[in-house]
């Protein structure tokens, strides 16, 4: 069976009519390394609001202590022990800031009333009648200057460390190594009781014992990077070319690790946190007067039974402190990781 013949016309196969100004032409936005980042840190939902809390967290610890009017070293022995009240929320009854207290035996106290006390205080009162918002805010801007400070010197010392460790290698890298080997076996605990010995309890003798072994989980990661990459074509151009070797630690190396050296600055940061808390809960920390969440959450712990608020706000903070600082870290960790990129 014959089928008819299709005919095309002609100008079906005429050239197609390029235009040369389009072939070079960029249809994606060029992105910087910290822009990709950004954009990827922006689809993680959880560290965006980590960040936003941290944020306001970070915020109400610089401004907190001056928003109730009240010295948080202030003893008012006649105020003491006064359970939460605010004056915009005291009316709404699930909301513990009526001012009112429950005993042991389901009766409710009114301190207030009893104390014939007006002023308001929005987190309550400790045993020696000091305002516990004020207190509280006081405690995280000196948690988290010790973290800060100590995140600080693990990451000068522990970058530098591991990157000369990692690039000379040989004999250098095998002593560097051992050293750091001894310090982690020396437990965290027995550092800061030989320091507290020498020095007083207090921010410097804290600082320093997180500082003393806490670098050295940095210095490993970097010295790994820097191993991988001291071989690169990069590298070697830039020795080729007659660079000095802390030229190129400093100046090619570190610059392409950054984001491995902020995951890991981010991860330290919490666990100095918590490290702190811990120390002064069980009194190797900061003495009074000085307040910190661990000295708060030492105080809050004794009358957990009689008076749960002074234990309640410190630990929340706590826990916002170290959830936000560790899901930011993971939305971090994702957006620095080539391996996620499409």
Known sequence: MNHPEKRFPKEMFEPAQIDQSLIEKIEKPSLS???DAWLRVRKNK????????????????????FLSGYDGEVQRAEH???????AALENISWLPFDGTLTSRNGDTLTPYEDKRIEEYYWFGTDGLGRDLFTRLWEGVQISLLIAFLATALDMIVGVSYGAISGYFGGRVDSAMQRVIEILN????????????????????????ALAITGWTTM????RGQVLKMKNQEFALASKTLGATDLRIIFRHLLPNMVGVIIINTMFTIPNAIFFEAFLSFIGLGLQ????SLGTLIEEGFKVMLLYPYQLLFPSI????LM????????GLRDAFDPKMRD
């Open 33 to 35: 390394f910290w822009q």
């Open 46 to 65: 959880a560290a965006i609001v980590s960040l936003v809390l941290l944020i306001l967290l970070i915020f109400m610890a610089l401004v907190g202590p």
């Open 80 to 86: 003491s022990n006064l359970p939460p009240r605010i």
């Open 185 to 208: 076996g020396i437990p965290n605990l027995v550092i800061v009781i030989l320091l507290i010995l020498v020095l007083e309890p207090g921010i410097l003798s804290i600082t320093l």
């Open 219 to 222: 210095a490993r990661v970097v």
């Open 288 to 291: 009074p007067p000085d307040a």
């Open 317 to 320: 903070v706590i826990s916002l």
């Open 323 to 330: 959830i936000t600082f560790n899901l930011l870290a993971d």
